[in-house]
């Protein structure tokens, strides 16, 4: 982990996201914590993160998204050499599909 974000006040944060419990709990909580822009650039971001890994290409990523290439290569660069933060949500997405499909939910 980056020692630089590892303060109290990021720790601070990172306990009250893991309080929610719904998905209208995050909204009501990201929409009081971020503006529309920061948000919409976060949820960007991982789109991004969700296209690089399906290969996609910048141009197509750009295209569908509106990101810029920097922002492309910000998010491929933490991919490759980052704190595996992505993948594990990726991981737990997928799981978490796995068994909505074998529960009949999709």
Do not use: P, W
């Amino acid at each position: 982990m980056n020692k630089k974000i590892k303060t109290a006040e990021v720790e601070h944060l990172i306990d009250a996201l893991l309080c929610l419990k719904t998905k209208e709990e995050c909204y009501n909580f990201l929409e009081d914590l971020c503006t529309v822009n920061e948000l919409l650039s976060l949820s960007q971001r991982f789109e991004v993160a969700t296209m690089l890994r399906e290969h996609k290409t910048y141009l197509e990523i750009a295209k569908k998204t509106g990101a810029s290439t920097a922002t492309i290569s910000r998010v491929n660069r933490s991919l490759n050499y980052g704190s595996d933060g992505y993948e594990l949500i990726f991981a737990r997405l997928a799981k978490k599909d796995d068994r909505e499909t074998e529960n009949g939910q999709y």
